[in-house]
């Protein structure tokens, strides 16, 4: 490969590191043509971008940008595969349903700024929730207490109209 061309891929793939918020390592060693296809399919339909990398052109990239992605280093070998996506849990949801015997397997991640090394990750980067997810949750949580007061007050509406109606047809 030409320097030129190494170039190009080292800029290209810090820019993948800027553009996307997250990014997963992924061994993907042991995996055939058509496996790997397959895998390829899955994150285009999930919205994850997935590149097969040579280490050393991505260490240079990692290098290169302004965070500080050195204890990611170490996953750097055998075959690895890129994951950039923008939802922090998807990759690892779709490398755990996907794998079987390990393959493909979780090296390393960066997600929610934070990095993660290492296969026995995967559950806490499943865990992770999203940006929409949380939101979700705030909002049932702030609307649950105007629904309790809302349906008491109309509770307590029915209640009075009944009385009243109630009082007012007796006889006197």
Do not use: W
């Amino acid at each position: 490969m030409k320097k030129e061309d190494k170039q190009l891929l080292i800029q290209s793939l810090g820019e993948g590191l800027e553009k996307y918020a997250h990014f997963y390592l992924v061994d993907v060693t042991g995996m055939n043509a058509a496996e790997t296809s397959a895998l390829r399919r899955k994150c285009f339909q999930q919205e994850v971008k997935m590149v097969v990398v040579k280490n050393t052109l991505l260490e240079k990239a990692m290098e290169a940008s302004q965070v500080d992605f050195s204890p990611l280093y170490a996953c750097l070998k055998g075959s690895t595969a890129v994951f950039f996506c923008n939802t922090a849990n998807v990759p690892a949801k779709l490398i755990k349903e996907v794998a079987k015997d390990g393959i493909p397997g979780l090296k390393g991640a960066y997600a929610e700024e934070s990095i993660y090394v290492g296969a026995d990750q995967l559950e806490a980067l499943c865990a992770i929730k999203s940006k929409t997810e949380l939101l979700g949750e705030l909002v049932a949580l702030l609307q649950s207490p105007v629904k309790n007061v809302v349906s008491a007050l109309q509770s307590g509406g029915q209640t009075i109209h009944g009385v009243l109606k109630t009082l007012g047809e007796r006889p006197e």
